[in-house]
């Protein structure tokens, strides 16, 4: 099936070279790696901000920046974590890469559009950075944009508040193209249920991005409104209700929170039958499940407001429907590991990160729980017990997944393979980083260390330190991961066509995949995940 | 075990320690089972994978086995928030403002601390005010948070349960000094708390007795003056108690001015009119006022003695 008589993606020429055959082309391998570098470029802006907030807070009182740096720090770092890279994040990049090639397109429904959103996303971003430097000063008011404060603050929000208006309209493109190219261009034979699950959790995540961002950017342009022309939306004194502002505002936020995870969980998914040479456990349960999480979803956003004062039975009934969504998460998690008993496991690097993420995501997701549960959450609300439950979810999940997933389809990316050694090196590097970074704040969550503090009581320094520290571990692991990566996409060893025996359709092209992925539209006959095709009947349950 | 400083504290912990105790079984639990399966079922050992692709029973039971046991920690959870809720009668009522970036305690009467003293053992209620932005009161020990937020009456109650200092903190950002608005709550014994709040210096504004709202709002004081001025009616400076001559029927008599008389004066306000006052001028104000109300009036004039004032 392989076969070379189709320039390679990355080698091909169209009407310009070089960097401007790039930022013009409409081919969505080129799109996603342009994504990925961009992402990659304000992570590492982002991250180091994050370790800059570390070193401050490695004593009490002031040790490398005053109180409103750090408070523009935590909000900057917020703000390009979430909207710039995490939002879209697994689905731009390897979406972009590998949603057609997996369901056998040549491309995304509209490939013109799919380039228009990645310049709206680089305007937007750009706007996030800019909002640093001109007007009055940082924005200072997290990334959550609470009113009536950041109605008031003198900073610099206006800008801030427009450029995550701006990426959302990004995102509601590449939603919709994604749902469009689900619908319409799957290969001939391949059925809903023959779909591979990583398409799967892009279907899910598209509708979310859909439905849900237009609300957080009328909120937006909402508070926008209040701080030009005095409009009281949201401000008492303006007659505005401050409550509101947090209903939309996570009315958005939590199904967006999906929006990050279901295309990880999606990552890992296409990574466990691979390397254990089996058929996914669960097909169905994995696919509807990604559905309900999507659905059920919008319905917990009060979970973020138990303490604001919202009524007796709304608490209940967010806490009660927030238990309820942890259920298909549980059932993925019991599914992916059923995956893998009986398997012929190989335990390559991208199988090594995705493990990590079924660990990190479970400590995310029971933390989670806790947060849930109304008696727990009064004690843990605001506190860093949040902190290290989201960056359980979002880094050891999502983040993780990620490295999983550029582990996992690198050789088809650059058609050549990456070390293996240094991978495992970085792996046990990040690893442990990460828990030595984020579990003390658990501890010190309960103990009552409020988030987003500049200063803290002398009683919390010993967890602060041991997450100081982590932090730097941490950051080392990156360097070696960016390292290994960056070095060997170049100069590795060429990789073959289908170097981890996968048997989804990328993995039936050559490496790097040809300009329009497929000679010929292949014609689909078997399940997915099919490695065996004398599989035992007796035992295809799902 | 569980012995936390205030009575919200038990609820909790338990919590705490069912949500915690379930999820320390499944992780240590499913990383064992992983790591034995990466072991036993690695290439080395395993050349071939069997090819299973689900169960169905195995479906059924890994998704009600944790859908029962999500269910009860919910309830542990709602379990341990319900009391906070229920405030009991008798609680004692302070005011906590919140502004940038300090905590201030209203105990009424104008007496305003910027730490929070508290008998022991006694349940009080904390009204939530925000001046400016959310803020959030945060007493880890006692196990109570609830936000602070402008326009709205939020609240939390709890009874602390042991003499001793514990921190008050803002865990709702709120700008610059965030990190700064912190404050201490002082549990003491309940006859040293008499005897602080007795100390504790009138700072504040002192609200006025209800019956000064009612003669302001009414309007009475339009027409009666506070400081001994004529205005179209007697002033009630010195009042209660003092010799007046009225005259009733057209007949001059001398009274006392007491309970009865102002009552009557208030709903007719013509029968013993003051000498020297024209008939006619004031209205009865039966319609306007109901009985405790006018109690009310009568009760802040009988402070308005010939010695007093
Ligand atoms: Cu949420
Ligand atoms: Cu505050």
Excluded at chain 1, 16 to 45: E, P
Excluded at chain 1, 238 to 260: E, N, R, T
Excluded at chain 1, 524 to 530: A, C, F, L, S, V
Aim: aromatic letters at 16%.
């Amino acid at each position: 099936m392989v076969n070379t008589s189709q320039e390679n993606y990355l080698e091909y020429r169209g009407r310009f070279k070089g960097l401007m055959g790039w930022l013009t082309s409409t081919d969505h391998k080129r799109i996603g790696l342009m994504y990925m570098y961009a992402i990659m470029f304000f992570f590492i802006i982002a991250a180091l901000l994050g370790l800059l907030m570390r070193i401050e807070k490695i004593a009490p009182g002031q040790t490398i920046m005053d109180a409103q740096t750090y408070n523009g720090v935590f909000t900057i770092h917020g703000i390009i974590m979430i909207f710039i890279i995490v939002i879209p994040g697994l689905a731009a990049v390897f979406g972009n890469f590998f949603l057609p090639i997996m369901i056998g397109a040549k491309d995304v429904a509209f490939p013109k559009l799919n380039l228009l959103s990645w310049y709206i996303y680089i305007a937007g971003a750009i706007m996030g950075i800019l909002s640093q430097f001109i007007g009055g000063g940082a924005p200072d008011t997290g990334w959550t944009f609470y009113v009536p404060y950041s109605a008031e603050s003198g900073t610099n929000v206006m800008f801030a508040l427009l450029a995550a208006f701006v990426l959302g309209f990004s995102s509601i493109l590449t939603g919709l193209n994604f749902i469009v190219t689900i619908h319409r261009l799957r290969a001939p034979g391949m059925t809903w249920f023959k779909m591979p699950l990583f398409p799967w959790s892009l279907y899910a995540t598209a509708w979310i991005q859909v439905l849900a961002t237009p609300i957080i950017g009328i909120t937006l342009l909402m508070v926008i409104a209040e701080r030009t022309l005095n409009i009281g939306f949201f401000d008492p004194a303006l007659g505005g209700d401050p409550l509101l502002f947090q209903h939309l505002f996570w009315i958005y936020s939590h199904p967006a929170v999906y929006v990050m995870i279901l295309p990880a969980m999606g990552v890992v998914t296409e990574i466990f039958p691979t390397f254990s040479q089996k058929p996914v456990f669960g097909y169905g349960a994995i696919a509807i499940s990604s559905l309900a999480i999507a659905l059920v979803g919008y319905f917990v956003w009060g979970h973020h407001m138990f303490t604001t004062g919202i009524s007796y039975w709304s608490r209940w009934f967010f806490s009660f429907l927030t238990f309820i969504v942890a259920v298909p998460s549980a059932i993925k998690v019991f599914n992916w590991i059923s995956t893998m008993y009986g398997g012929s496991i190989d335990l390559k690097p991208p199988l090594l990160y995705a493990i990590s993420f079924i660990f990190l995501f479970m400590i995310g997701g029971f933390t989670g729980l806790t947060l849930g549960a109304l008696a727990t959450n009064v004690q843990t609300h605001d506190t860093t017990f949040v902190v290290a439950h989201f960056h359980y979810i979002i880094f050891g999940g999502m983040g993780f997944a990620f490295f999983a997933g550029i582990h996992y389809w690198f050789p088809k990316i650059y058609g050549r393979m990456y070390s293996n050694r240094l991978a495992y090196i970085a792996w046990g590097i990040l690893f442990v980083g990460f828990n030595l970074l984020y579990f003390p704040l658990f501890v010190i969550g309960i103990q009552g260390m409020p988030r987003r503090y500049f200063d803290y009581l002398p009683q919390f320094q010993t967890g602060h330190v041991i997450s100081s520290i982590g932090a730097f571990i941490l950051v080392a692991g990156l360097v070696v991961m960016f390292y290994n990566l960056i070095y060997y996409r170049r100069k590795g060893e060429i990789a073959s066509a289908n170097p981890w025996k996968g048997v989804t359709l990328e993995w039936q092209i050559p490496s790097p995949p040809p300009l329009e992925n497929f000679e010929e539209i292949p014609v689909i006959k078997d399940k997915p995940y099919t490695f065996d095709n004398k599989e035992e009947k007796a035992s295809t349950g799902n | 075990m569980f012995n936390g400083a205030s009575n919200l504290a038990e609820g909790v912990d338990k919590t705490f320690v069912f949500i915690f105790i379930i999820a320390f079984i499944f992780i240590i639990g499913l990383t064992v089972f992983m790591i034995y399966t990466l072991v036993k079922y690695s290439r080395k050992k395993n050349q071939k994978a069997k090819q299973f692709r689900g169960s169905v029973k195995l479906e059924i039971l890994w998704t009600v086995i944790p859908l029962v046991l999500v269910i009860l920690m919910f309830y542990y959870g709602w379990v341990g928030f319900a009391p906070m809720r229920q405030v009991p009668d008798d609680a004692m009522r302070i005011t906590a403002i919140g502004r940038m970036w300090e905590w201030e305690f209203d105990y009424g009467d104008g007496k305003l601390s910027s730490e929070l003293v508290l008998p022991v053992n006694k349940p009080v209620r904390l009204d939530l005010v925000s001046e400016d932005v959310n803020h959030s009161l945060f007493i880890p020990a006692f196990r109570v948070k609830e936000d602070v937020v402008p326009g709205y009456d939020n609240y939390l109650w709890f009874t602390p349960y042991y003499i001793g200092d514990y921190e008050i903190l803002c865990t709702e950002y709120c700008g610059l000094l965030h990190s700064s608005m912190v404050s201490k709550t002082k549990v003491v014994e309940e006859d040293k708390f008499e005897e602080w709040l007795a100390n504790l210096e009138a700072r504040g504004d002192i609200p006025d007795p209800p019956g000064l709202v009612l003669l302001k709002e009414t309007g009475c004081l339009a027409c009666h003056s506070d400081d001994g001025s004529r205005l179209v009616g007697p002033s009630f400076k010195g009042i209660y108690g003092m010799e007046r001559i009225v005259v009733s029927d057209g007949e001059e008599r001398t009274i006392t001015i007491d309970d009865d008389y102002l009552r009557s004066s208030i709903i007719e306000p013509d029968r013993d009119l003051v000498k020297g006052y024209n008939k006619g001028l004031m209205q009865s104000y039966r319609k306007e006022l109901n009985d405790d109300e006018i109690d009310q009036i009568i009760e802040y004039l009988s402070t308005f003695t010939p010695e007093g004032n």
